[in-house]
Each structure stands twice: as C-alpha cells, then as structure tokens.
C-alpha cells in the first residue's frame, strides 16, 4: 500500500478528510465559544463584585 493509496482512502478520501475537516473546525470554534463566554462571564462577575462593593461602602 503506497502513501497516496492511503490518502486515497479507497476512492472515499473526500468524504473521509472532509468529516476531519469540518470535525476540527467545529472543535475550533467550540473552544473559541468557551473561550469567550468565560471571559463574558468574569467581566459580569467583576462589574457585580464593583457594584456590590461600592454599595457596601456608601451604606457606611
């Protein structure tokens, strides 16, 4: 079996390396979503925790 008969993939190679494909760039941007919602959510986080600390301080 030669490199291009694997590549090849037995005359399915399209349908084979296109599922790798739009498996990986599905994968991609799952991690780019998590990635910005965590960041979303810690700036939310931070702005309650001000907020929360500025209304402690002013009942004072």
Known sequence: MSLAEFF???GYAFYVW???LVTAVLM????VGVIRRRRTLL???GRIHG???GAGRSGR
């Open 51 to 53: 907020a929360a600390q």
């Open 28 to 31: 991609l941007i799952e991690v």
């Open 8 to 10: 090849d993939m037995g």
């Open 43 to 45: 700036d939310r986080l």
């Open 18 to 20: 296109g599922s790798y």
